[in-house]
């Protein structure tokens, strides 16, 4: 998830400022940098309860300073959190709410716009709205690819979660290449080995959606392979962001049979999780 910085919004007071004057509230940037961390320490946790309440906490506190950047922040980690969640309704008014924000704001064209529509567009597509997510993830492929260089890593995840919503649309010529731009891009990026595991299980279910279980088994099994592989890079990290990923890939490697490994990825979560 991509920030604000405190300098991207703050302007410093000087004796000709007339907030407050007109009727304005004068605004009271929040500390992003704070709110972040904190949110971080419960996330490593898997403490999505503490988390929620931490970032309603915040929300108000930016409504309450009349931080419109702050909120967008804000309303960007609740997607994904109410997401992860399976709270439709809390994540969709998110995204009413922080697509409402970029207006206000006139942020239409930047990366915090880039990074709002790939949020609010993963929130569709996992919502069963992969129809109304594609014209966000295009727009938000349109700045990342002018704004972003080619080993950034939010560029590896735009690709990837673009393909899994053209894949719910039976595009599957198109999801394939964005999936291999995806793994393009996380080939460069420092211990990107987890998130292209993520891509190659992806690339698995496509093969099985699009062939069938049989026709696709011999594709499947190298996809697996190679995921395994990459999981099992020495290098990676054991952080909660592993172990996000352990938890996520875990019931694919089940699905396609790979029963044991599929465990063994549960446990290395719950252990990263309570060492947390």
Request: charged share 30%.
């Amino acid at each position: 998830m991509s920030a604000l910085k405190r300098e991207d919004y703050y302007e410093p007071s000087c004796p000709f400022c007339t907030d407050g004057l007109d009727g304005k509230q004068p605004i009271r940037p929040i500390d992003v940098s704070r709110m972040i961390d904190r949110l971080n320490a419960h996330l490593d946790r898997n403490d999505y309860d503490a988390a929620e309440r931490h970032l309603q906490y915040w929300l108000a506190e930016a409504k309450n300073g009349s931080d419109e950047r702050g909120a967008l922040t804000i309303r960007n980690e609740q997607m994904g959190l109410y997401r992860k969640r399976g709270k439709r309704e809390e994540a969709l008014e998110s995204v009413r709410q922080g697509l409402s924000l970029l207006h206000t704001l006139q942020f239409e064209g930047t990366l915090t716009a880039g990074t709002t529509y790939v949020n609010a567009a993963t929130v569709y597509k996992s919502f069963g709205m992969a129809k109304d997510a594609l014209p966000l993830y295009r727009a938000a492929q349109e700045i990342y690819e002018k704004e972003l260089s080619e080993d950034d890593a939010r560029l590896g995840g735009l690709y990837n979660n673009m393909a899994l919503a053209l894949a719910d649309e039976k595009q599957f010529r198109e999801a394939e290449a964005c999936y291999r731009k995806a793994l393009s891009v996380m080939a460069l990026v420092e211990h990107g080995e987890a998130e292209a595991a993520i891509t190659y299980l992806n690339m698995a279910d496509l093969a099985a959606e699009e062939l069938g279980l049989l026709e696709s088994e011999e594709i499947v099994s190298a996809y697996l392979d190679k995921a395994e592989a990459l999981l099992e890079t020495a290098s990676l990290p054991h952080n909660g962001n592993y172990a996000f990923v352990c938890e996520k890939c875990a019931p694919t490697f089940d699905y396609f049979g790979r029963f044991a490994y599929a465990q063994e990825l549960k446990e290395r979560s719950e252990e990263i999780y309570a060492r947390n």
